[in-house]
């Protein structure tokens, strides 16, 4: 138990300092967290109604549309009527949308490869294959 006590307490407090740096990072871009979020949802979908990105994000659809608005003000995203049902208005991601999304990704990866620069590629591929394990369990 004691250990599961610290694998607890070691992801809570690496998730605190991966948000830390990912707010930092997104400062750059100009572009807020939620934002960040509603944008990679976008950028790996064909588009998603308000709804379906409110229920993805948990957050209230008068939220969403609001950083849909802002984000849409920015050329990140853009609306478009539903081929099947034109009453349905989706969202999706603008290839500048999608282009942000990249920049901070790699930013972010690079930060992590620079605090990985101590593990031998051993202790890498473990990490992964262990925090890749957890995901699916969790999932």
């Known amino acids: 138990m004691e250990l599961v ?21 997104l400062k750059d871009f100009s572009i807020t967290t939620p934002q ?6 976008l950028a790996s979908s064909e588009g998603l109604t308000i709804g379906e990105l409110s229920n993805k994000m948990a957050l209230a659809c008068s939220t969403i549309t609001d950083l849909v608005d802002r984000m849409e ?16 208005v989706r969202v999706k991601a603008e290839e500048k949308g999608h282009q942000l999304v990249e920049d901070v990704l790699v930013r972010r990866q690079a930060y992590l490869l620079e605090k990985l620069i101590d593990f031998s ?3 890498k591929e473990s990490l992964a294959e262990s ?9």
Do not use: T
């Not at 607890?8 to 830390?20: A, G, H, S, T, V």
């Not at 960040?36 to 949802?41: D, E, R, T």
């Not at 394990?133 to 999932?139: H, N, P």
């Open 5 to 25: 006590v610290d694998i607890e307490k070691n992801l809570r407090e690496i998730d605190y300092i991966i948000r830390k740096k990912g707010r930092e990072i």
């Open 36 to 41: 960040f979020v509603a944008l990679q949802f």
């Open 73 to 88: 003000k920015n050329d990140l995203v853009s609306r478009f009527k539903d081929d099947k049902d034109r009453r349905v």
């Open 121 to 123: 590629d051993k202790e």
């Open 131 to 139: 925090l890749f394990k957890l995901y699916k369990v969790m999932k």
